[in-house]
């Protein structure tokens, strides 16, 4: 379990649903996880907050005028300076889909697809950090982004976030890097080119801890979800790759020795 006032710069320090039932997510991941959903924002478009334990743990949205959500969950990056970071991004060949802007005195936020088109936000914080726990029950456990072309992808993250970085494997069997940092391993960067479905962009994936995966997985089901990979048993921990009723996909570890 780590506890943090703020994220390091360049880590995940957010992440939000945007679901096209939003009501269902509420329950959904509420039951699961036992979270609190507050109550939508109108002044933040219906903007919402899951609480953990009386804490904010992830945000929330429906549709936001014309576009249609995605069912995704999306990490944010933290910045120290997020003007310089999207220059940054521009210049390393990522396309800024939202450029940034103030949310109230929270923070700044922005929202960008790397050079292999995975998906991620981008954060500065004002008075709004982000999750301040990890690795507890329901609460962020990991993330990681799946490419099509790991060596781009590690490359970007460098020079847009200023990543520090170390390969765990470099093998067409299994490729894998991590973001490194002063509390230990971030983020990783798998080349996921070997089992991409044909179509499926890059994308970043969060994972959520539990204390017991298959208790969880189970009632993911009963929730009316779905297993969609695992449970695989792995030296960092049990994991399974689930989708919510609305489809979005999301994961549950289990930590090494929890």
């Not at 609480?51 to 005028?65: E, I, L, N, Q």
């Not at 310089?84 to 991004?89: A, T, W």
């Not at 765990?168 to 070997?194: I, K, N």
Request: hydrophobic content about 45%; glycine content about 12%.
């Amino acid at each position: 379990m780590t506890t943090r006032d703020h994220a390091p710069a360049g880590a995940p320090c957010w992440a939000d649903l945007w679901s096209s039932d939003v009501d269902g997510s509420r329950r959904f991941y509420c039951e699961l996880f036992g979270w609190e959903a507050a109550e939508p924002s109108p002044e933040f478009g219906g903007y919402f907050m899951f609480v953990r334990d009386g804490v904010p743990v992830a945000g929330g949205m429906g549709p936001m005028g014309d576009a249609a959500p995605d069912n995704r969950w999306k990490p944010y990056l933290a910045s120290d300076d997020i003007t310089k970071i999207l220059e940054l991004v521009e210049a390393g060949g990522g396309q800024i889909t939202v450029p940034a802007m103030p949310v109230a005195d929270l923070g700044f936020q922005a929202v960008l697809d790397d050079p292999t088109g995975a998906h991620v936000g981008v954060w500065q914080p004002g008075t709004f950090a982000g999750f301040t726990v990890l690795g507890e029950h329901g609460a962020p456990s990991w993330f990681e982004v799946h490419t099509r072309d790991h060596a781009a992808a590690v490359a970007f993250y460098r020079s847009a976030f200023g990543w520090e970085t170390a390969a765990v494997a470099d093998t067409d069997e299994f490729r894998y890097t991590v973001l490194t940092g002063p509390e230990g391993d971030l983020a990783g960067v798998m080349d996921a080119s070997a089992f991409l479905p044909a179509g499926e962009r890059s994308a970043w994936s969060v994972y959520w801890e539990v204390d017991d995966i298959d208790a969880a997985v189970a009632r993911v089901g009963e929730l009316g979800g779905a297993l969609v990979l695992g449970i695989d048993d792995t030296p960092y921990g049990r994991l399974a790759s689930m989708a919510d009723p609305a489809g979005a996909p999301f994961k549950l570890r289990t930590s090494p020795g929890a």
